[in-house]
């Protein structure tokens, strides 16, 4: 039977790339849920103390907001599992026994770590010695929430692609180790929609953490606010015309892929769509109108979800107890092959 999981971390309110990279298409996949799959989509607050962390308050709110996010793109909690990643403590113990099998050299090769601490120097041992244990075994974790659910099927977009490689590796390493086939081999259902850019600086993927927040539109983004970070987009000086061109037109392009995300058609079909289209002023008008519209009925019912904290807190609890159901029983199975029990 197949399982499908996916995990955001609760660093914030989400934003587009997570919206089109992974959280709709979350939502997709619940909604054609037929009986047999098993759907488990949460928050990965433990991975989210590996990067500059909140207080602690502050932290007890994103973890909130994002149960409250997750339910307001329209995941049915009764379809899918959605839980809190440290509500289920098997996940820190699989960390530990696949931290046994994965190499150092293997975590060395992931480039997350590096561009999380802005190392571009790898012979800077000031630098590396500044990095937390936590950030470089990162990785390690995310294979151990995957595999702890036997998931068969991972959606992610596609900066996570180097970490599901990792995850097939430390399966087929604990698998080959100790002769077993326990572990599938998960595969990666990649978002239609290619990576988000920032919109300040299309050579960067639309993250969180950017110091210049009017590069990243969230999904809570009032339209006001969506409006003008859309005015403020860079894009370029060439007129008259809107085309798909990421080399010599990050800017507009990026603007391009969001519609087609968005819109749920191909990049030809934008280009068609917007082909009347002559003025930047008036591009731009049309993207914060497709943007405006689709992202109003998430909102609204975020806000709705926000006033009332104690359903959030119950729909994560009964997610987590049925996720500890399966990772019980996992665990279990995990450290009998491996000679605990
Ligand atoms: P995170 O929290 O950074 O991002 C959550 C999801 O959003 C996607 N995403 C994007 N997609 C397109 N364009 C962007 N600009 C963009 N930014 C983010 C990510 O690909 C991701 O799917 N390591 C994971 C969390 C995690 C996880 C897991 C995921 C922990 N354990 C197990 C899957 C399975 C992360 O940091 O995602």
Known sequence: NATIFSLIQPTGKFHLGNYLGAVRV????????DDGTTLLFGTADLHAITVPKPNAKEFRNYRIEAIASILSIGIDPEKAIVFHQS??????????LLSSLASMGSLNRMTQWKSKSNINDQSDDAALGAIKLGLFSYPVLQAADILLYKSTHVPVGDDQSQHLELTRQLSNTFNKFYKTKYFPMPTTILAPTKKILSLLNPEKKMSKSDTNQNSVIYITDEPEIIAKKIKRAVTDSISDSFYFDPVKRPGISNL???LSGVQRVSIEDVEKDIAHIKDHKDFKQHVTDVLVEELAPSR?????YMKNPDYLHKVSEDGASKAREIAAKNITEIKRIMGFL
């Open 300 to 304: 609204e019912q975020f806000h709705r």
């Open 87 to 96: 509500r289920v403590s098997q996940h820190t113990e699989l960390h530990w």
């Open 26 to 33: 979350w939502k997709d996949i619940t909604d054609l849920k």
């Open 256 to 258: 391009i892929n969001t």
